[in-house]
């Protein structure tokens, strides 16, 4: 039996899909273990109210830990869940979107997909029904760089790569977490029967405060990965903690900026 | 019936019931609350109704099961039928096995109909071009953004689950032609519209995926077939003008001949004569809509307008 740590951060999130997509979970163990991990970006203002939520409506509810936090953002958030439980037994870290809903066949299809590849890579779900146009390939699943969508780290390999980089706030630490593991010799793969609910066509968000969270982000990976001609379409970096930074990674042959936000060949 | 609720009819064969799970799933994941879940199964095994139990009892919605164990013949307008007969909704949408439902679906399509008053409402869809579980392209079809009732009389451009339809605001509710083992979905709406004309609310929303398998196959003789019984519904039953009339015969030959794959490589004469008048057709409607728009801009009148513009509209025939 493994066992599965679900991390999720939320921030002015709507509890009721979370709370679908955690019912399915519920239902459809798929002889799987769990431990939830929620982080509150929002210094907790919303815990209270899917505490009552979970204990009211899962089975599962003694497996969850509640974290209240500042807005650090999504890899600062899903870096503290992971040191939460870092000491305790578990084989996978999933990181998982408060905004969109598991496949009852989603986790254990990651988790078989990953014992197949001997846990050497790491692992995302298949955004349904927009899939994300990043090219995988058709049978091997390998792929360019995997969504923090919803994504999944053998334990190993996660402590191995530090977590993600916490000087992205958002968007874009998946490729940068993606690219350094595949410095270290792992893959990333596209699970595409591991299907996750995740609407990017009608989700209503703020476009012109997610677009400057993209070019902040994107700016950033630029300098780390020495794209001067991505950094010059981002707009230039903002931030002298960042450009005094040193441990500046260079993988020329992993990189991807040709296809700008992409990072990665497209399928369409 | 039950006000508020959506039932929600999904058509399945033993040979769709690997895909049915995405499907349910799609419906599950609506945001719409009151939703009931009616499946037809079109097969005699006991076992595959026991898969579908299996597949729609993970989500916990209400769903019922209803068979149609007559396996002699295609039957998917009878099947619809059946379904339709058992749903308890006010609001009704279909889905078949391989297709997928956005989550704002039901909520933005019945949303239109309470917002419009109108009895139908109608969204936008993609199209997901897929090879098994691998998806090589998706793309948007404009035919809808740009719809007007009229166009559905040249082209099925409303897949049947891109609308949703509320059984109370209609006189009778609608039902299948059992005689249709193809294209059923485009007859339906063509004799709703024939019969009691067609209150369509168009959104602007994205509410479904179209899945188009690349391996499947088609019968193209049957497809000619039903083509053709469309064709001849259209001419019998709607006063056409001739430039319309002899678009649709136009449009109906060169889509008959596309569909025959055994002749695509043979520059056939005829066809390429009614291809041209097709085209011609096009551009005409599309410099009319343009000397509509120009004129309106230009007449100071608002009287004059309206007349020009109801010269117009009399000339288009829009709905």
Same mark, same amino acid.
């Given at each position: 039996?493994?066992?599965v ?35 509150d970006n929002?210094e ?11 204990s ?9 830990t ?17 040191r ?35 846990d ?44 993600f980089?916490?000087?992205?706030f ?14 270290i ?17 009608n ?28 950094m ?7 931030d002298?903690?960042i ?22 060949k497209?399928?369409? | ?17 690997n ?42 919605m ?6 149609n ?7 998917r ?12 909704g ?6 078949d ?5 956005y989550?704002? !679906? ?25 090879? !098994? ?39 009778t ?6 005689e249709?083992?193809l ?8 004799? !709703?519209?024939?019969?009691?004309g ?58 008959n ?10 520059? !056939?004469?005829r066809?390429?004569?009614y291809f ?44």
């Amino acid at each position: 039996m493994y066992r599965v740590v679900i991390s999720i951060i939320i921030y002015k999130s709507n509890l009721e899909i979370l709370l679908k997509s955690l019912k399915i979970l519920d239902s459809n163990k798929n002889g799987l273990e769990y431990a939830f991990v929620i982080i509150d970006n929002n210094e907790g203002a919303q815990i209270d109210a899917l505490k009552a939520m979970v204990s009211e409506n899962l089975s599962l509810a003694p497996l969850f830990t509640y974290i209240k936090s500042p807005n650090i953002g999504f890899g600062a958030g899903h870096n503290l869940a992971f040191r939460t439980v870092a000491d305790t037994e578990f084989d996978y870290f999933l990181c998982a979107n408060p905004d969109g809903i598991f496949h009852p066949d989603c986790v254990i299809n990651l988790v078989e997909f990953a014992k197949k590849c001997r846990d050497n890579g790491i692992f995302e779900a298949l955004q349904f029904p927009l899939e994300h146009p990043k090219y995988y390939h058709i049978t091997s699943w390998k792929t360019d760089w995997c969504s923090g969508c919803l994504i999944m780290f053998p334990k190993k390999v996660f402590g191995q790569l530090n977590g993600f980089d916490e000087d992205f706030f958002m968007y874009m630490e998946d490729v940068d977490i993606s690219w350094r593991a595949r410095a270290i010799g792992y893959k990333c793969y596209t699970v595409c029967n591991a299907l996750f609910m995740h609407d990017t066509l009608n989700n209503g968000r703020d476009n012109a405060r997610m677009k400057e969270y993209m070019r902040k982000s994107g700016a950033i990976l630029a300098k780390k990965y020495n794209a001067p001609t991505f950094m010059a379409f981002c707009g230039g970096l903002k931030d002298d903690k960042i450009e005094q930074r040193q441990d500046l990674a260079r993988f020329d042959s992993i990189k991807n900026f040709r296809r700008l936000f992409h990072f990665s060949k497209v399928r369409w | 019936m039950v006000d508020m609720r959506v039932s929600v009819i999904i058509r399945v064969q033993d040979s769709g019931l690997n895909l049915l799970g995405n499907a349910i799933f799609s419906v599950y994941c609506n945001t719409y609350k009151d939703k009931e879940v009616i499946i037809v199964y079109h097969g005699d095994k006991n076992e595959s109704i026991e898969a579908i139990h299996n597949i729609i009892k993970q989500y916990g919605m209400e769903y019922q099961i209803i068979q149609n164990s007559d396996i002699t013949s295609d039957q998917r307008s009878k099947n619809l039928n059946l379904g339709l007969g058992l749903a308890t909704g006010r609001y009704i949408c279909f889905l078949d096995y391989d297709d997928e439902l956005y989550p704002n !679906h039901m909520e933005d399509l019945i949303g239109a109909i309470k917002k419009s008053g109108k009895a139908w409402a109608v969204g936008r869809y993609l199209v997901r071009v897929k090879d !098994h579980n691998y998806t090589s392209r998706m793309k948007e079809t404009l035919a809808i953004r740009y719809f007007y009732l009229r166009s559905l009389l040249f082209r099925n451009i409303i897949p049947i689950h891109t609308y949703v339809f509320d059984r109370s605001a209609l006189k009778t509710v609608p039902r299948f032609n059992e005689e249709m083992v193809l294209l059923e979905d485009y007859m339906f709406l063509l004799e !709703h519209f024939v019969k009691h004309g067609l209150e369509c609310q168009v959104i602007d929303g994205v509410v479904t995926n179209y899945v188009k398998q690349v391996d499947r196959v088609v019968n193209v003789s049957a497809s000619q077939a039903y083509n053709t019984k469309i064709y001849r519904f259209i001419n019998d039953n709607i006063t056409m003008l001739p430039l319309e009339r002899m678009y649709l015969g136009a449009r109906f030959k060169v889509s008959n001949f596309i569909k025959n794959s055994s002749k695509r490589n043979v520059v !056939h004469e005829r066809v390429m004569l009614y291809f041209l008048i097709w085209q011609i057709c096009n551009r005409t409607a599309l410099y009319l809509c343009k000397i509509k728009i120009i004129l309106s801009l230009l007449l100071p009148s608002k009287e004059l307008r309206l007349i020009i513009s109801e010269i117009m509209s009399l000339i288009f025939r829009r709905e």
